[in-house]
């Protein structure tokens, strides 16, 4: 792989970055909690907005509240890049963001090159990829490709109630609007989506590489638990008079470690729980709970959850308890197309990995030819505060990016 890395990109690199750096601190959780439309997001929107013009690209905002920066002409066969700029709660610098910036450097890199696109070129930033605020993940790029309801989208709530119709409007987006976006989709011809390594396959696959190309992403889904028993004092409840919506929950969570030992390749965690009405000394009344579980085949995917959900039933009964199960969201395995593969790891000659990540290029892998690249992440932390790659490796990242770039716009 060709590196240019000289002192003059590094500091492009390092001060787009910097600016990035104060906003949405989480200074409780640690990381960055930037969601779907709050303050920090529409912050970096703004940002997103201004380098782009910066660069004279042409700004807009569709239906779904996506960015789009076109270079040149709108039209079909376009090549887009871009990822997303919210976070999880208290998440990492990279997951998103390194995505953006390097999408935006490599537009430099190409003009330096003096590459000019022969078709149509955008840079995309999507609405709530993370599902951080609102529960469903890749929120934006489901939309626009129709993978959901848009009635069910806008009914969708925060931890504070509010809609995402509402949250749409107090920014200045029609909730009507939104919704399957066909003539958009038909105009994508590839997508490409740089992101940070997330775990430590490209190591273990090449402990020298900077750059990954992605394979598959898993089948993987959320889904939430709730577990209804009888508030009560802490004190003086005697454990026979005890209907502890805990305990089942508590099930869930070991339930969901057997799984993993016991299925090769499966993942299942529970990340959020959440008793009603969460006192010291009161027995909930109800404990919400979300699982995440993820495996290459959704039948395994579906049975580990089966087997969670009866773990927790059995427990419930025993507590007398009652339970509900809702899927909220849930995607198929996803293998990026094999030809733009083959094309870009000849390119690149950079390993080849799956992911255990869901993306919007795993949405869009459905209509157009997608694919991902990642940047080295030495330990392999994200969603978390951790979560670290070096300056100089996020520069080969925009290199590699912009080598294919070059090459999917002639
Ligand atoms: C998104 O990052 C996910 O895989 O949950
Ligand atoms: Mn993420
Ligand atoms: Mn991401």
Same mark, same amino acid.
């Given at each position: 792989?060709?590196?240019?890395?000289?002192?003059?990109? =590094? /500091? +492009?690199?390092?001060?787009?970055?910097? !600016?990035?750096?104060? &906003?949405? $601190?989480? @200074?409780?959780?640690? *990381?960055? #909690?930037?969601?779907?439309?709050?303050?920090?997001?529409?912050?970096?929107?703004?940002?997103?907005?201004?380098?782009?013009?910066?660069?004279?690209?042409?700004?807009?905002?569709?239906?779904?509240?996506?960015?789009?920066?076109?270079?040149?002409?709108?039209?079909?066969?376009?090549?887009?890049?871009?990822?997303?700029?919210?976070?999880?709660?208290?998440?990492?610098?990279?997951?998103?963001?390194?995505?953006?910036?390097?999408?935006?450097?490599?537009?430099?890199?190409?003009?330096?090159?003096?590459?000019?696109?022969?078709?149509?070129?955008?840079?995309?930033?999507?609405?709530?990829?993370?599902?951080?605020?609102?529960?469903?993940?890749?929120? =934006? /790029? +489901?939309?626009?490709?129709?993978?959901? !309801?848009?009635?069910? &989208?806008? $009914?969708? @709530?925060?931890?504070? *109630?509010? #809609?995402?119709?509402?949250?749409?409007?107090?920014?200045?987006?029609?909730?009507?609007?939104?919704?399957?976006?066909?003539?958009?989709?038909?105009?994508?011809?590839?997508?490409?989506?740089?992101?940070?390594?997330?775990?430590?396959?490209?190591?273990?696959?090449?402990?020298?590489?900077?750059?990954?190309?992605?394979?598959?992403?898993?089948?993987?889904?959320?889904?939430?638990?709730?577990?209804?028993?009888?508030?009560?004092?802490?004190?003086?409840?005697?454990?026979?008079?005890?209907?502890?919506?805990?305990?089942?929950?508590?099930?869930?969570?070991?339930?969901?470690?057997?799984?993993?030992?016991?299925?090769?390749?499966?993942?299942?965690?529970?990340? +959020?729980?959440?008793?009603?009405?969460?006192?010291?000394?009161?027995?909930?009344?109800?404990?919400?709970?979300?699982?995440?579980?993820?495996?290459?085949?959704?039948?395994?995917?579906?049975?580990?959850?089966?087997?969670?959900?009866?773990?927790?039933?059995?427990?419930?009964?025993?507590?007398?308890?009652?339970?509900?199960?809702?899927?909220?969201?849930?995607?198929?395995?996803?293998?990026?197309?094999?030809?733009?593969?083959?094309?870009?790891?000849?390119?690149?000659?950079?390993?080849?990995?799956?992911?255990?990540?869901?993306?919007?290029?795993?949405?869009?892998?459905?209509?157009?030819?997608?694919?991902?690249?990642?940047?080295?992440?030495?330990?392999?932390?994200?969603?978390?505060?951790?979560?670290?790659?070096?300056?100089?490796?996020?520069?080969?990242?925009?290199?590699?990016?912009?080598?294919?770039?070059?090459?999917?716009?002639?």
């Amino acid at each position: 792989m060709r590196f240019s890395s000289s002192p003059a990109d =590094g /500091s +492009r690199f390092t001060s787009a970055w910097a !600016d990035l750096a104060g &906003v949405g $601190r989480d @200074h409780l959780r640690g *990381g960055y #909690s930037r969601h779907a439309f709050d303050d920090a997001e529409m912050q970096l929107r703004e940002w997103f907005v201004e380098q782009a013009q910066r660069r004279s690209l042409d700004v807009e905002r569709d239906r779904n509240g996506n960015l789009w920066a076109w270079w040149g002409e709108q039209g079909t066969g376009a090549v887009v890049t871009g990822s997303h700029l919210d976070s999880v709660p208290g998440g990492g610098a990279f997951d998103g963001p390194l995505g953006v910036v390097s999408a935006l450097l490599a537009v430099d890199e190409l003009r330096l090159r003096g590459v000019t696109p022969a078709r149509p070129f955008a840079i995309a930033c999507f609405t709530e990829e993370e599902g951080g605020r609102f529960g469903l993940p890749c929120m =934006g /790029s +489901r939309l626009l490709t129709g993978a959901v !309801d848009a009635d069910q &989208v806008r $009914r969708l @709530h925060d931890s504070d *109630g509010v #809609s995402v119709a509402e949250a749409a409007r107090r920014v200045g987006i029609d909730p009507a609007g939104m919704g399957a976006d066909p003539a958009r989709l038909a105009s994508i011809g590839t997508f490409v989506e740089l992101h940070v390594e997330q775990g430590r396959l490209l190591q273990a696959a090449d402990p020298t590489a900077v750059v990954g190309l992605g394979s598959e992403i898993v089948a993987h889904g959320r889904w939430r638990i709730t577990v209804t028993g009888q508030g009560n004092h802490a004190g003086t409840t005697a454990p026979a008079d005890r209907k502890d919506p805990m305990i089942p929950a508590a099930a869930a969570v070991l339930a969901a470690r057997r799984a993993i030992v016991e299925h090769e390749g499966a993942v299942a965690t529970v990340g +959020r729980i959440t008793p009603t009405p969460g006192g010291t000394n009161v027995i909930a009344s109800a404990v919400a709970l979300w699982l995440d579980v993820r495996h290459p085949s959704p039948t395994v995917t579906a049975g580990i959850v089966d087997a969670i959900a009866s773990a927790v039933r059995d427990e419930a009964e025993m507590e007398g308890c009652t339970v509900m199960v809702q899927r909220e969201s849930m995607v198929d395995r996803v293998v990026f197309d094999p030809g733009l593969g083959l094309q870009l790891s000849e390119l690149l000659t950079a390993p080849v990995i799956p992911t255990g990540a869901g993306h919007d290029a795993g949405v869009f892998a459905a209509h157009v030819p997608s694919a991902m690249l990642f940047v080295r992440n030495p330990s392999g932390v994200s969603h978390a505060p951790e979560e670290y790659a070096d300056a100089a490796d996020c520069l080969v990242g925009v290199e590699a990016l912009a080598d294919v770039l070059a090459t999917l716009v002639r």
